[in-house]
């Protein structure tokens, strides 16, 4: 799981909520590159699934703000970019830190808990040749992985992440 409905991500026409994509569908992604050459593109949504869930299950809630403050509820292994362009996972994030939004500058993370959550969910993820790795895509304005970027993550070279210690 990645994203809790109403969570909105880019699209070329403007942004559209996760639960009403659907594969086939069109969204903004970028391989993933130094935070500095992230290039957007126009991709085509290979998976996109999601369901209600009528059990309370553990998710994270940030709000975070640059020039207007909003949050995201996404699973506790959602992969973030922060401003330095390591990725991270939720369950790592504290506040203070620096999420990147669509042009890498700095969006605030105000707050950051783990609590439980019922409602609806969704995992998107764009075509699997544009990246062996997964893909970057934005959520409510800021970087994230895909699905595919998701479970890759342990994969991916160690100078792409936050490290273990915490080093950002």
Known sequence: MSFAYSTTITVPSGVMEIQEISMDDTILASAIYPVE???????VVSYSAGCVISSECPMIFMVFSDDQER???CSTDQVFMLTNGKLIRAEELKPGDSLANRDARPVMLNTV????YNGGIRDIAVEPGYSQEGS???ANGVIVGDYSLQLRFDQLPDNLKV???GCR
């Open 37 to 43: 050459k992230i290039f957007w593109n126009p991709e």
């Open 71 to 73: 949050q995201i509820i």
């Open 113 to 116: 808990s783990e609590g439980l």
């Open 136 to 138: 970057l895509i934005l």
């Open 163 to 165: 490290g273990k210690s």
